[in-house]
């Protein structure tokens, strides 16, 4: 299966997708990543009103072949949780960029965004 790069999100070096809207960012994990684990079968997310830091862990997925960190691409608080994927994690697999969702943070600084990558510029990091 070709890798699926949605070209109106942006994306971290870590394969966390996030989509904006406003203040508000929805953050999941990329096609390219959910292949890569292969079947995930359990996923650890922030509780609602969690503070998170760009670049720093949020959350944990673990699959059948791994245990895999989870990144925030930016710095905010946490203002909505997935809580489907506790009972359905493999929804992660099945639609990495709809149901698949992680979390919704609101952004603290806006001037993060600069530092994600575009679609263009994630298609050439998984193709190295």
């Not at 942006?10 to 999941?28: C, D, L, M, N, P």
């Not at 930016?74 to 994690?89: F, H, R, W, Y």
């Amino acid at each position: 299966m070709a890798d699926n790069v949605p070209q109106d999100l942006k994306y971290t070096q870590e394969h966390e997708w996030a989509r904006v809207s406003g203040k508000i960012v929805v953050v999941g994990i990329t096609h390219h990543a959910q292949q890569t684990l292969g079947d995930i079968v359990y996923v650890e997310l922030p509780k609602l009103g969690a503070q998170v830091t760009a670049g720093d862990s949020f959350g944990t997925v673990e699959s059948v072949k791994a245990v895999s960190e989870l990144f925030a691409p930016i710095s905010g608080k946490v203002v909505k949780v997935n809580d489907e994927l506790v009972a359905s994690p493999e929804d992660i697999n099945t639609e990495p960029y709809g149901d698949g969702w992680l979390v919704e943070i609101e952004l603290s600084d806006a001037g993060q965004l600069s530092n994600l990558l575009d679609a263009a510029a994630y298609e050439k990091l998984i193709k190295e």
